[in-house]
């Protein structure tokens, strides 16, 4: 499957241009005036993992993150739209069974790591904290969401690297960018295996 480039990458240097880039736009508050309102249908379910259900509600509010990526072209944003939202419920997926994996191996990323990666994703940009909260808010995350998603990226390279340990030949993957390529291929392999002994139903 083709990377949109939808990952927002811990400590990454160059997260200032993730951030910028997932801008969503901001909802004006409805008007609370006494008017009759559309019945509001019952939320979708976007997939099924095990006993886990992955709402459509949930994916549609990760795809508002991304939105303004898209191209402005009708055809092309479709088809982009469709890849994206693809992408997203796929790693949705992912995250269930990486977590459910995490849960046996007695992985978790405490509230301290999670608040050390935030300081260093802002040292990392040069941002202050209050600069760094700015620049989230304006890409249509919330404090909490951001937490919760470098809280997912801190829990799955926990897993990775544990599950990944002893696995990769460091004589064929001396330096750091054939190191991760094989990181990267066994993270494949992992999933393969967590999807197959799962019962997962996309819809």
Request: proline share 3%; aromatic share 4%.
């Amino acid at each position: 499957m083709a990377r949109l480039g939808l990952r927002i990458v811990l400590l990454a240097p160059a997260i200032v241009v993730s951030i910028a880039s997932l801008s969503s736009s901001v909802r004006a508050e409805e008007p609370r005036a006494h008017v009759a309102r559309a019945p509001v249908p019952l939320d979708g379910v976007a997939a099924i993992v095990d006993d886990e259900i992955i709402f459509r509600s949930d994916l549609d509010a990760q795809v508002r993150h991304f939105e303004q990526k898209l191209s402005h072209d009708p055809v092309q944003r479709r088809a982009e739209l469709a890849a994206m939202e693809k992408e997203l419920l796929a790693r949705a997926v992912d995250t269930i069974l990486i977590a459910r994996d995490c849960k046996r191996l007695h992985l978790e990323a405490t509230d301290a790591e999670v608040a050390a990666g935030i300081e260093s994703v802002a040292k990392a940009n040069n941002f202050t904290r209050k600069r760094l909260d700015t620049e989230l808010a304006n890409a249509g995350f919330t404090t909490l969401e951001y937490q919760e998603e470098i809280r997912r990226q801190i829990l799955e390279q926990k897993w990775l690297m544990t599950r990944a340990s002893g696995k990769i030949d460091r004589k064929k993957a001396p330096d750091a960018v054939s190191f991760q390529a094989a990181l990267e291929k066994q993270r494949e392999a992992l999933l393969v295996d967590l999807r197959r002994r799962a019962y997962i139903e996309v819809r």
